[in-house]
């Protein structure tokens, strides 16, 4: 059984910086992209990085590239998204996800973590 345990969201001021991990269960691991995804409240659920298995690649939303870097270490089974700068826009709740598909490819992501949450004030 896939699980996926995202953790290291909370409450941070505008311009701060926070770090999620997502710890990955039930897979093999290193076969799999791997993405963060973030739905804000009345919005849709909006891509927001992604990391090919090998972790050689990389892809960003645009609302964010030059501020979050997606990585992972393969040896630990986990995928962190280091988010910096932030902006109360980026204030969501955080989804890690899983797809054996292309990384860039959102309808490849088949499976999902439960969520953390991402606070940003102004």
């Known amino acids: 059984q896939v699980q996926l345990v995202e953790s290291g969201g909370g409450l941070v001021q505008a311009g701060g910086s926070l770090r999620l991990s997502c710890a990955a269960s039930g897979l093999a691991f290193s076969s799999y992209a791997m993405g963060w995804f973030r739905q804000a409240p009345g919005k849709e659920r909006e891509f927001v990085a992604g990391?090919?298995?090998?972790?050689?690649?990389?892809a960003y939303a645009n609302s964010v590239k030059g501020r979050f870097t997606i990585s992972r270490d393969n040896a630990k089974d986990t995928v962190y998204l280091q988010m910096n700068s932030l902006k109360p826009e980026d204030t969501a709740v955080y989804y890690c996800?899983?797809?054996?598909?292309?990384?860039?490819?959102?309808?490849?992501?088949?499976?999902w973590g439960q969520g953390t949450q991402v606070t940003v004030s102004s």
């Open positions: 996800a899983a797809s054996r598909g292309a990384y860039f490819v959102v309808d490849t992501y088949g499976y």
């Open positions: 990391i090919s298995g090998s972790g050689g690649s990389t």
